[in-house]
């Protein structure tokens, strides 16, 4: 007697799709943000009709990899404080932390202006840039960082560099962890050479370790 042959769930593969249609089209608009919604069903591996069921059109779609990242973002975050930690290894954390999700960053500060708009894109980067400023400023306070610009200000450019660190590796021309992208924040930060490579080895292990427990 022949056995009935097993079935995958519609909800799962309903859900498998998007999975794979959000991942694809984050890969592909990080390479070319003018890609159709057509070429990222192909890519995807889905027929048109598929990727529409999932997103009506561009903004939802764009809406849906809005709301993926705010929640990266809110996971990298969410990590204890360690107790009387210096504001340089909790800047060398941040950064590594920030780094796991660089490539959600990158996008949405890529796709800003022209789609999902800059209010809206701000408002999913507020709580890591107010954690990089609150870090920045007791580091100044507490003589750890220079005091040549704003917490704030200081801020923007670091976040400025380590997203230009992201779209290196993303050509190729870079190859990082993000070990390497927290040592030069250290320095740019006013950290000497030296100590920032040292915290950044002390604090590393355990930040990769967490990451592979996520």
Request: net charge neutral; no cysteine.
């Amino acid at each position: 007697m022949t056995k009935p042959v097993a079935r995958v769930p519609q909800r799962s593969n309903a859900r498998s799709n998007r999975e794979r249609i959000l991942a694809t089209a984050r890969r592909e608009l990080g390479r070319n943000p003018d890609i159709t919604l057509e070429e990222i069903a192909r890519a995807s591996g889905v027929v048109r009709r598929t990727l529409f069921g999932h997103f009506p059109g561009r903004e939802a779609l764009l809406e849906a990899l809005a709301e993926e990242a705010a929640e990266a973002l809110r996971g990298a975050l969410s990590a204890d404080p360690v107790p009387a930690e210096s504001a340089d290894r909790s800047f060398a954390r941040f950064v590594l932390s920030m780094w796991t999700v660089g490539d959600r960053y990158r996008l949405l500060l890529a796709l800003a202006r022209r789609d999902l708009g800059q209010e809206r894109v701000t408002e999913v980067l507020a709580p890591a840039r107010r954690a990089a400023t609150a870090i920045l400023d007791r580091g100044q306070r507490d003589g750890v960082f220079h005091t040549q610009l704003p917490p704030a200000v200081l801020s923007a450019g670091l976040e400025g560099m380590t997203v230009a660190l992201l779209e290196e590796v993303n050509s190729g021309e870079l190859e990082d962890d993000g070990t390497r992208a927290a040592v030069a924040a250290l320095i740019a930060a006013g950290v000497p050479e030296k100590q920032a490579r040292v915290v950044v080895d002390e604090v590393a292990p355990a930040q990769a370790t967490r990451a592979a427990e996520d």
